[in-house]
């Protein structure tokens, strides 16, 4: 069941946007642990203007996990879903023994970033504040996940999920890439041939 967050999205100060800049040091992870709320998943959106400003913040609670609709799309309500930016799962198919799986590289993705949605305490993201009213919002976003003597972590979803080898970057029209914060991640997933990086039939975008 969704409903509004009340008292939970309050003042943060100044922060540098992180989409899609290497700017992701400047999140304050201290403040998005702070949003956790008992028996929640709690979902925040902050939106920025082109002076790097938070304009409006937006924020969300459910009983159980956000559900992915894709790869890179999780749905926030009946009428909403958010974009992860920048990213994308591999073409076609693709064979990876270590994990077991043999299909499409999107079903792929879609496994890995329901992972990702599965026990998060808080979804953080960022946007401009031109996404606002989209059906499908581009943004970046972060989970903060908490195991009681095991795991106290805040790390964005798109640098997990391409260090993962589940996705990889997009590019833009001169051929850079679309997020070049994210460039060591892949890196990692290349190397370490995590993910579609296990199939040498992996083609560059």
């Not at 003042?11 to 989409?19: N, P, R, T």
Request: net charge neutral; glycine share 10%; proline share 5%.
């Amino acid at each position: 069941m969704m409903m509004g967050l009340r008292n939970a999205v309050c003042a943060l100060g100044s922060l540098v946007l992180a989409m899609p800049s290497p700017a992701a040091e400047a999140l304050d992870k201290n403040y998005v642990r702070s949003l956790a709320a008992p028996g929640r998943t709690v979902l925040v959106i902050e939106y920025y203007d082109g002076k790097q400003n938070v304009v409006r913040r937006q924020g969300y609670a459910a009983s159980g996990p956000f559900k992915a609709l894709s790869g890179t799309d999780f749905r926030v309500h009946e009428t909403m879903a958010i974009h992860l930016y920048g990213v994308a799962p591999c073409d076609g198919e693709m064979v990876n023994q270590r994990d077991g799986f043999v299909g499409r590289c999107e079903d792929y993705a879609r496994q890995q970033l329901e992972i990702m949605l599965k026990n998060p305490k808080v979804i953080f993201c960022r946007a401009f504040i031109s996404e606002e009213k989209a059906k499908v919002q581009n943004a970046t976003c972060y989970g903060y996940h908490y195991f009681p003597g095991s795991l106290d972590s805040v790390s964005m979803f798109e640098e997990q999920l391409v260090s993962l080898g589940a996705l990889r970057l997009e590019k833009i029209g001169d051929g850079s890439p679309a997020r070049p914060d994210l460039m060591r991640a892949e890196q990692i997933g290349r190397k370490g041939a995590f993910g579609m990086w296990a199939d040498p039939r992996t083609k560059e975008p």
